[in-house]
């Protein structure tokens, strides 16, 4: 924070309420500001505010505030840019006038000093007139002299009077290194409970502080409390907040999709030919979306939307004994029918239940479309048509691809699978979470089904949402299925990727896949290189995927069981009966 103060950028600086100093006021950059618009410097031929162009005044004002790296540099700068000269005139006969001295301000234009009047000074190098003053009054001879030792003298002369009145004084806190402060954050910041990127946890190092946070000021009034409650000197904000930069800790917040290559565009990182490929192929997708739902309207196709929400927390409360502690992770996968009565379920499970892996949305997948959407009595069968994001794990993967085939055939039905834009999967289902989470908002959470039943309280027209609890039993192993061994329309590198996939296509007569790359071009057969053999055999059976619930580890159980204290009685034989390991040590659940 004192480099970004020094270099004129945005940073936090302190405000002193009696004798409690804090560092918690944002401090905006400096920024140039406008020039002397004075009818007296126009016609006066003593300054020379006009003869400044604004290019000019810029110059000044980069060179002061990037080339002068340290508070001396700018103070010499600014001592030698004013002259202080006593006053000539005294206006007062019988009194001494209160103006001893008079300042001549200049500024450079090609090494030659113009005087200019003080506001086109301080305007251009954006400087308070309080600070230029001290920094004058504190010269000799045309160089700063440190303050040190008179505010040294002063701080001592301060302490003295404070320790005058002895019945005043509080308890000092002890003092220690700076070493052990910092050994005492890294500890307070490993007892918080965190969670890992959602979408990029297999490559992203960054970890999410669970709370309830919602800013990095809420998590250093924590720290601030747990100093005083330890009677430990705490850390600057300052500190605080490089140290949680560069530990990667951020606050979790519900995941909203940005597109990369707008924001790049905006910053002239992507040029102008990617850019409008980007824009034509959402506007396709947008185009494709909308014809879509006038079919569905019009009952001649089902049209499914669906996408996973946010991950939600079980217990929710207020009590401060949640910072400190791990919670259990509760998911919901939202599939929306955009028939006109737009029917919508909500499938709901805990991570006892099942991981985020193909298999388990699989599983939610064909069974919605087995209850939902196929309907025996029909002679045809409707085209189901399912939009989503391009989520690997969870929409575009060789496992759902295989079952959906399989599905296919068997219910003789046309099943199509197409892919919103990244940074544009703005989605009809997506309405269905923002609801979920007004209903939810600051109500107290004691138990994964309140999700549910909050769930159903979210919408009464046309109807309720549905809501389903999902069991361990009900997640099958699809990735026994290995008809296609993998949906990459390419081979060689340059060759389009699963990334680059817009829509598959499952047919029952032809019992293959097909794909497009652009959703104005026509379908195009899967490679048959990716098939393991040319027939489909329909016999493979898909065990269930796990033979129990799934442990949590032994510490997140441990935090569970302190959370009761502040949890209704009856509801501790849940969180005493949830599925543990018995060491400290992390390992996988196992599956059969």
């Not at 920024?31 to 604004?54: Q, V």
């Not at 019945?167 to 402060?181: A, F, W």
């Not at 959906?404 to 989605?427: A, C, P, Y």
């Not at 269905?432 to 209903?439: G, K």
């Amino acid at each position: 924070m004192q480099q970004n103060r020094l270099l004129g950028k945005a940073y936090i600086g302190f405000q002193r309420q009696g004798k409690k100093v804090s560092q918690d006021v944002n401090k905006d950059e400096r920024k140039m500001k406008p020039t002397c618009a004075s009818t007296f410097c126009n016609k006066s031929k003593n300054r020379y505010c006009d003869n400044f162009s604004k290019s000019e005044r810029s110059e000044l004002f980069n060179h002061f505030w990037n080339n002068c790296t340290s508070w001396a540099e700018k103070k010499t700068f600014c001592v030698n840019m004013i002259t202080k000269t006593e006053t000539k005139r005294i206006m007062t006969e019988n009194e001494k006038s209160r103006r001893d001295y008079s300042y001549t301000y200049h500024l450079k234009k090609e090494d030659i000093s113009l005087p200019v009047c003080k506001k086109m000074f301080l305007n251009t190098l954006c400087l308070n007139e309080w600070m230029v003053r001290n920094w004058i009054n504190s010269s000799i001879n045309g160089l700063p002299q440190s303050t040190k030792n008179i505010k040294k003298n002063n701080l001592q002369n301060n302490l003295n009077l404070e320790f005058d009145n002895e019945e005043e004084i509080e308890e000092p806190i002890p003092r220690v290194s700076v070493s052990v402060r910092h050994n005492h954050l890294i500890s307070w910041f490993g007892s918080l409970p965190k969670m890992p990127s959602h979408y990029c946890r297999k490559r992203s190092e960054r970890l999410y502080l669970e709370g309830p946070f919602n800013s990095k000021q809420e998590v250093y009034d924590v720290y601030l409390l747990k100093c005083k409650e330890e009677n430990m000197k705490p850390l600057s904000r300052s500190f605080f907040s490089r140290f949680m930069t560069q530990k990667k800790f951020s606050i979790y917040q519900p995941r909203k999709d940005l597109c990369d290559t707008c924001s790049s565009y905006k910053v002239k990182q992507v040029n102008e030919e990617n850019y409008e490929l980007h824009i034509a192929q959402k506007n396709q997708a947008r185009e494709e979306l909308k014809v879509d739902t006038l079919d569905a309207v019009a009952f001649k196709k089902i049209v499914l939307t669906m996408d996973l929400q946010a991950v939600k927390l079980c217990p929710a409360l207020n009590a401060s004994a949640l910072y400190y502690s791990m919670k259990l992770k509760v998911h919901n996968f939202t599939v929306y029918n955009l028939e006109p009565n737009h029917p919508c379920s909500n499938y709901w499970w805990d991570e006892s239940q099942g991981e985020l892996e193909a298999s388990v949305f699989t599983s939610i997948i064909l069974n919605h479309i087995k209850q939902q959407c196929i309907d025996e009595t029909q002679n045809k069968k409707k085209d189901i048509i399912i939009y989503s994001d391009g989520c690997g794990y969870q929409n575009r993967n060789t496992v759902l691809s295989n079952a959906l085939l399989k599905f296919s055939i068997e219910n003789n039905v046309i099943i199509e699978q197409k892919f919103l834009v990244k940074g544009h999967t703005q989605m009809p289902c997506d309405s269905v979470h923002s609801s979920i989470e007004r209903t939810i908002k600051n109500k107290e959470i004691y138990l994964p089904s309140d999700y549910m039943k909050l769930t159903k309280l979210a919408r009464k027209n046309p109807s309720p949402y549905e809501s389903h609890s999902v069991n361990y039993s009900d997640f099958y192993d699809y990735k026994k299925l290995n008809y296609y061994k993998s949906i990459r329309p390419g081979r060689s590198k340059g060759d389009p990727e699963v990334r680059n996939i817009r829509a598959l296509k499952y047919d029952p007569t032809t019992k293959k896949i097909y794909y497009k790359i652009n959703f104005e071009h026509e379908y195009t057969e899967l490679p048959q290189y990716h098939r393991t053999k040319k027939t489909i055999d329909l016999s493979i059976n898909t065990p269930c995927l796990y033979n129990s619930r799934i442990p949590i580890t032994l510490s997140k159980w441990i935090d569970l069981q302190k959370l009761k204290t502040v949890l209704p009685t009856d509801v501790h034989d849940y969180y005493d009966n949830i599925p543990h390991l018995k060491t400290y040590k992390e390992r996988k659940c196992d599956k059969i």
